[in-house]
């Protein structure tokens, strides 16, 4: 869960567009996700949890292929991204033993994305959007495990965005 806010070169008026973009996410923690992930252990708590700010610059291509009504698309996007602050810890038991483990903590550097959205215009060239994309992005702290061996790297993510498309110049 989290906020969402991009900057994108992209002809919002052509069937198929592409440029460079800036994201911005903030995610934040979604308890119920990881009480459900950790169901199977007693006592959990978590703490010092602190939202996860990512960052992508990447190059997009959108492509609309129904040009006469412009309402779905097609998405992708390839570039740099990275993460600041994040993080956050859970303690329980699990045959009675003690255990902790790092919530989301990793540092990214590659990503790329493809996904499937909606644009619906408003006024001129005012329009309301929904996308989902399935982002795949190299972890540094996912590639090598506590003991230096290879895990991959790859962190999988889904995010649902939603809000509003303006051009900046009204």
Not at 48 to 53: G, I, K, Q, S
Not at 137 to 147: A, I, K, Q, T
Request: include cysteine; proline fraction near 4%.
């Amino acid at each position: 869960m989290g906020y969402h806010a991009s900057y994108r070169d992209l002809d919002i008026d052509a069937q198929f567009s592409r440029g460079w973009g800036l994201d911005l996410s903030l995610y934040t923690f979604g308890k119920k996700g990881y009480e459900n992930y950790y169901k199977e252990r007693d006592n959990i708590s978590f703490s010092d949890v602190t939202p996860m700010l990512i960052f992508d610059l990447a190059y997009h291509l959108k492509f609309y292929p129904v040009n006469q009504y412009r309402i779905p698309y097609l998405s992708g996007s390839a570039g740099f991204c990275g993460a600041l602050g994040g993080g956050g810890k859970v303690n329980y038991y699990e045959q009675n033993v003690e255990k902790d483990d790092y919530l989301f903590q990793d540092t990214y550097i590659l990503g790329a994305a493809v996904g499937v959205g909606v644009d619906v215009p408003l006024h001129e060239k005012l329009r309301l959007f929904a996308e989902v994309h399935y982002s795949l992005r190299v972890g540094l702290s996912s590639m090598f495990g506590e003991d230096g061996e290879f895990l991959g790297g790859l962190v999988p993510q889904m995010p649902i965005r939603f809000g509003l498309m303006m051009p900046f110049g009204l």
